[in-house]
């Protein structure tokens, strides 16, 4: 292959950027269709020798009009692209209820060996036994991890494992004659997931207040048991970093009323290893391995939300399921049929098994008590000027829980705040989440961030709440400055969005 180099001038001028001037402003980078012409290209094809006679009057009279780039071109593109990210790679990332922890190469590296990376999904299973017996390692150490039956590992996100978990409850209990129960009580402190997984199922969502505390009432649910609930779904620890500490009395309450327990387990990273879920009394839980066991996420995925199901939801679990070393891919008695096509997300059952064992289970509970750890400390040190919600709640389990009160009078927001932080080079946490408290802020540390970066941030923290408190809410209003974007209209962007590119002569003409 031979490279065009004959290329456009770069920097000003045709090339449709703007050379940068050492600042750590990125250029604002523009489209390929931009930058590239039909004149160039990175490859050299042989001419067609194919005639019109095998395209049956198809070929192609008009040229194909790609943006040509040559190979540097095209690689610069994309990695001035890659640099208007905002990675973990690249610096704290403190979404709470997200997990945004460190991925170790070490995972990428053995999901990249050819013998799982190059897998075909049509490939006789006779020609697969280790990715089969790898994907059996896995579900053992789920299984054990949660103290559970068994898993199905395929749904492709956490919602999707709810789903398929709330599917197997409803299969039990239509088997059990008690399909009629039509109703799943939901904390409202829970993840939106949770309740529309229930309605997406054709489920009556009944909401169940929070206490006082952030924590859910035992009293409450049992209150609003009855013959028609088929089953709680409830987060532990809860999205407010609290543990449920009367979580065994709500199992039982919800198992002696005949329903079931589906706890969502995407709070897993704050104790895997130290406490099993089905030591608590669930009978269905999904695990974000994107969260919990550090395979990459965000931007859409990929993800992998695998279920662990109780002994009494076993017999229902979808195929396909690894049992004794053997693939079961056509349902059989109770068994639900697939939810995804062939056998999951291949590349990230490698990785999370990759940091399993990298870490051993004595490693993986000091993930755990390390990442409450870490977030105990931010609570700490920011609880003198940040306001807590659930004061009274002393510890918290793995992210911290502020409210907007500490704002008051300031004409700075929650938004307004998390632009700024953009500015001082951290990603914002987690904003308006949980519903329950006013303006929520939830910072999730996770265990791997040093404390020389939390002190950093703690710094930062600090210094912009008594920058809101002191009168300059102008810095926060105008921000971000210093990001290549500002505050976008993300409402139009949802629903006028303009995804593909037209010749600028093809636009309609801006109305002046
Ligand atoms: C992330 C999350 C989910 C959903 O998981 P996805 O993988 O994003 O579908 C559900 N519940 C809680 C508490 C979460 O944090």
């Given at each position: 292959?031979?490279?065009?180099?004959?290329?456009?001038?770069?920097?000003?001028g045709?090339?449709?950027?703007?050379?940068?001037?050492?600042?750590?402003?990125?250029?604002?980078?523009?489209?390929?269709?931009?930058?590239?012409?039909?004149?160039?290209?990175?490859?050299?094809?042989?001419?067609?020798?194919?005639?019109?006679?095998?395209?049956?009057?198809?070929?192609?009279?008009?040229?194909?009009?790609?943006?040509?780039?040559?190979?540097?071109?095209?690689?610069?593109?994309?990695?001035?692209?890659?640099?208007?990210?905002?990675?973990?790679?690249?610096?704290?990332?403190?979404?709470?209820?997200?997990?945004?922890k460190?991925?170790?190469?070490?995972?990428?590296?053995?999901?990249?060996?050819?013998?799982?990376?190059?897998?075909?999904?049509?490939?006789?299973v006779?020609?697969?036994a280790?990715?089969?017996?790898?994907?059996?390692?896995?579900?053992?150490?789920?299984?054990?991890?949660?103290?559970?039956?068994?898993?199905?590992?395929?749904?492709?996100?956490?919602?999707?494992?709810?789903?398929?978990?709330?599917?197997?409850?409803?299969?039990?209990?239509?088997?059990?004659?008690?399909?009629?129960?039509?109703?799943?009580?939901?904390?409202?402190?829970?993840?939106?997931?949770?309740?529309?997984?229930?309605?997406?199922?054709?489920?009556?969502?009944?909401?169940?207040?929070?206490?006082?505390?952030?924590?859910?009432?035992?009293a409450?649910?049992?209150?609003?048991?009855?013959?028609?609930?088929?089953?709680?779904?409830?987060?532990?620890?809860?999205?407010?970093?609290?543990?449920?500490?009367?979580?065994?009395d709500?199992?039982?309450?919800?198992?002696?009323a005949?329903?079931?327990?589906?706890?969502d387990?995407?709070?897993?990273?704050?104790?895997?290893?130290?406490?099993?879920?089905?030591?608590?009394?669930?009978?269905?839980?999904?695990?974000?391995?994107h969260?919990?066991?550090?395979?990459?996420?965000?931007?859409?995925?990929?993800?992998?939300?695998?279920?662990?199901?109780?002994?009494?939801?076993?017999?229902?679990?979808?195929?396909?399921?690894?049992?004794?070393?053997?693939?079961?891919?056509?349902?059989?008695?109770?068994?639900?049929?697939?939810?995804t096509?062939?056998?999951?997300?291949?590349?990230?059952?490698?990785?999370?098994?990759?940091?399993?064992l990298?870490?051993?289970?004595?490693?993986?509970?000091?993930?755990?008590?390390?990442?409450?750890?870490?977030a105990?400390?931010?609570?700490s040190?920011?609880?003198?000027?940040?306001?807590?919600?659930?004061a009274?709640?002393?510890?918290?389990?793995?992210?911290?829980?502020?409210?907007?009160?500490?704002?008051?009078?300031?004409?700075?927001?929650?938004?307004?705040?998390?632009?700024?932080m953009?500015?001082?080079?951290?990603?914002?946490?987690?904003?308006?989440?949980?519903?329950?408290?006013?303006?929520?802020?939830?910072?999730?540390?996770?265990?791997?961030?040093?404390?020389?970066?939390?002190?950093?941030?703690?710094?930062?923290?600090?210094?912009?709440?008594?920058?809101?408190?002191?009168?300059?809410?102008?810095?926060?209003?105008?921000?971000?400055?210093?990001?290549?974007?500002?505050?976008?209209?993300?409402?139009?962007?949802?629903?006028?969005?303009?995804?593909?590119?037209?010749?600028?002569?093809?636009?309609?003409?801006?109305?002046?």
């Open positions: 292959m031979s490279m065009n180099t004959q290329g456009r001038p770069t920097g000003t045709t090339s449709g950027y703007a050379a940068t001037s050492g600042s750590s402003l990125l250029p604002n980078e523009p489209l390929l269709f931009e930058i590239g012409d039909t004149e160039h290209s990175g490859v050299d094809l042989p001419d067609t020798t194919v005639g019109d006679e095998y395209l049956g009057g198809f070929a192609r009279k008009t040229p194909l009009d790609l943006a040509g780039l040559t190979e540097p071109e095209a690689m610069r593109h994309y990695v001035r692209l890659s640099r208007l990210n905002y990675s973990i790679d690249s610096g704290m990332y403190p979404l709470g209820s997200c997990t945004m460190h991925n170790p190469r070490l995972n990428e590296k053995m999901a990249r060996l050819p013998g799982f990376a190059d897998i075909h999904p049509l490939q006789p006779s020609t697969v280790g990715a089969l017996d790898l994907m059996n390692e896995l579900a053992h150490w789920l299984m054990t991890l949660t103290n559970t039956a068994a898993v199905c590992l395929t749904p492709k996100a956490g919602a999707h494992g709810e789903m398929a978990g709330m599917m197997a409850i409803r299969a039990a209990q239509a088997a059990k004659g008690e399909a009629h129960r039509n109703v799943v009580l939901v904390p409202e402190s829970a993840h939106g997931t949770n309740p529309a997984t229930a309605a997406f199922l054709g489920y009556t969502v009944k909401p169940i207040p929070a206490r006082a505390d952030g924590t859910v009432d035992a409450a649910v049992k209150a609003a048991l009855g013959p028609d609930v088929a089953a709680i779904m409830l987060t532990n620890p809860n999205t407010c970093g609290l543990f449920e500490p009367q979580i065994i709500i199992a039982a309450a919800v198992h002696e005949g329903a079931y327990f589906y706890c387990g995407a709070n897993f990273n704050a104790i895997m290893g130290v406490v099993r879920p089905g030591d608590l009394g669930i009978d269905a839980m999904h695990i974000n391995l969260k919990t066991f550090s395979t990459p996420h965000g931007g859409g995925g990929p993800g992998a939300g695998p279920v662990v199901l109780s002994a009494a939801l076993a017999p229902f679990a979808p195929v396909p399921f690894v049992r004794d070393g053997q693939l079961v891919e056509h349902a059989e008695a109770g068994h639900l049929g697939r939810i096509a062939f056998n999951g997300q291949m590349g990230m059952y490698v990785r999370a098994l990759t940091y399993m990298s870490h051993g289970g004595d490693g993986l509970a000091r993930a755990a008590k390390d990442a409450v750890l870490n105990n400390y931010v609570k040190r920011l609880g003198s000027v940040f306001s807590a919600p659930f009274e709640a002393g510890h918290c389990m793995h992210e911290a829980l502020f409210d907007d009160s500490f704002l008051d009078g300031t004409g700075v927001t929650t938004l307004d705040f998390a632009k700024a953009i500015d001082e080079g951290f990603h914002p946490m987690t904003m308006y989440f949980p519903l329950v408290v006013h303006g929520a802020m939830l910072i999730e540390p996770t265990e791997s961030e040093p404390k020389q970066t939390l002190d950093h941030f703690c710094d930062v923290m600090l210094e912009l709440a008594a920058d809101a408190r002191g009168g300059n809410a102008g810095r926060f209003t105008a921000a971000p400055t210093r990001a290549p974007r500002r505050r976008l209209d993300e409402t139009r962007a949802a629903r006028q969005p303009r995804l593909k590119w037209e010749r600028p002569e093809m636009l309609p003409q801006a109305a002046e």
